[in-house]
Every structure is written in structure tokens, then in C-alpha cells.
């Protein structure tokens, strides 16, 4: 018997990770989160005031990694999503992290790992692959109402203006980059959550789970 795995991408805010957490504990499957991974890389360095840009000690960095004691709330924060994308263009920490994502994906009975490479590469066999979009005034909406209610914490100016260009900034280098960039699979099924809710986008998910299982 092999690990039934679902692959699910899709850019930032786009509701993948509230989905995908759902669907795990649905089906009884593990979950990771492989944007914690990128994450708690960056974080490590700006902790260590290292430079997010050297491939050797990013490298160092990632090998440490341990992918049972990813701490969601730190990593959150919005300077570590936008340093852990500077970090994510550089292949070594690329294939580090692939590897060690890879190994919990193939641990039965099977997992859903969300992120922007899952389905292209990390888990190419995946047995579902979606890819979850939403326009950016979307998701940048979306995200806005998370800081309002966190009562913006980290004290930056997150102003729906400030948060729609970073949305749109961290698009444009998670698709642009040449290792891995965010793209559908092409045996993807793609669900815009624009116009829907987190109930409908995940009838609509398992709709599509439940035809490959
Ligand atoms: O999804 P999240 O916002 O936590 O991801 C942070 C950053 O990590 C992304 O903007 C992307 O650059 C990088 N990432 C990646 N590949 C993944 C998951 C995240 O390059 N599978």
C-alpha cells in the first residue's frame, strides 16, 4: 500500500492553508505547512542577524530545520513571509527543504502538503493536486482582517494599500523565480476562491478528492 498524498499550491492568502488543514483532519492525513519550512529558515537567520541572501549559511540553516516543531505563531509574521521568499529563490535551500518535505509526504498512510511547489515538484505523483486561487483585492482583503483582528501586533503599516502591493510583490518573485516558481501543475484542478466560502471551497475541494480516491 502507498501514502495517498494531496498537493495542494496556490499563492499567498489564497485560502489554501485553512483548507488544506481541513481536508487532512477530514481524511486522517498528516499536514505541513511547507511555508513554515521557508519560514522558519529566514527566521532562524534574522534571529542570528545573518544575511538572507548567502546560500551556505541559508543552507546550514535549513539542515537544522525540525519539521515537528515548526512554530506557527512566530512564523507568521509578516517580515518573515517576505524574507522567507527572498530565501526560497535559492536552489540548495530549495532541494534541503524538498527533501526533508518529501520524507513526510511519503510516510503512510499518506499527507496534504500545501505550499507553491507541491504539485510540480516536491510530490509530482501526488494523487490530488489542486491549486487554490484568489484575485489579489481578495486575498488581500482577507489578510487585512487577520491583522485587524491580531490587532496588528507587529506595528507595521499594514494599511489595505501596504498590504495589496506586498501581495502583489510576493506574487510577482514566488512567480517569476527560476527555481520551482509558483505555477499550476499541469494535471492540476484549479479552484478560485474569489466569490466563495471557506465551506463552499471545501465541498468543492473534496468533491474533486473524492473522484481520485
Ligand atoms: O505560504 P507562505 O506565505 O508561508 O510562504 C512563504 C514564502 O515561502 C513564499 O512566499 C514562497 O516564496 C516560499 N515558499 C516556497 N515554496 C513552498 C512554500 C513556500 O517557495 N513550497
Known amino acids: 500500500t502507498e501514502p495517498f498524498i494531496i498537493a495542494i499550491d496556490g499563492p499567498a492568502a489564497s485560502g489554501k492553508g485553512t483548507l488544506s488543514h ?15 519550512t521557508y519560514r522558519a529558515v529566514a527566521h532562524a537567520l534574522l534571529s542570528a542577524g545573518e544575511p538572507l ?7 546550514a540553516a535549513a539542515k537544522r530545520i525540525d519539521l515537528g516543531a515548526l512554530e506557527k505563531s512566530v512564523l507568521a509574521q509578516h517580515k518573515i513571509g517576505e524574507a522567507a521568499s ?4 535559492m536552489s540548495l535551500v530549495r532541494s534541503t527543504l524538498v527533501e526533508q518535505q518529501r520524507l513526510f509526504a511519503n510516510a503512510l498512510p499518506g499527507a496534504v502538503l500545501d505550499g507553491r511547489d507541491i504539485g510540480t515538484v516536491v510530490c509530482p505523483d501526488a494523487q490530488v493536486k489542486l491549486y487554490v486561487i484568489a484575485s489579489p483585492q481578495v486575498r488581500a482583503r482577507r489578510r487585512w482582517a487577520e491583522v485587524q483582528e491580531r490587532g496588528n501586533l507587529s506595528g507595521t503599516d499594514a494599511s489595505f494599500e501596504t498590504i495589496l ?25 484549479t479552484i478560485d476562491t474569489s466569490d466563495m466560502s471557506i465551506d463552499a471551497a471545501f465541498e468543492a475541494a473534496m468533491q474533486i478528492i473524492e473522484q481520485h480516491r
Do not use: C, F, N, W
Open 22 to 36: 481541513r481536508i487532512a483532519q477530514v481524511l486522517g492525513l498528516r499536514h505541513l505547512d511547507t511555508g513554515l
Open 165 to 189: 502591493a506586498d501581495i502583489e510583490a510576493r506574487d510577482a518573485r514566488d512567480m517569476g523565480r527560476a527555481d520551482s516558481p509558483l505555477k499550476p501543475a499541469q494535471d492540476a484542478t
Open 86 to 89: 527572498k530565501v526560497a529563490v
Open 53 to 59: 541572501d548567502d546560500e551556505a549559511t541559508a543552507v
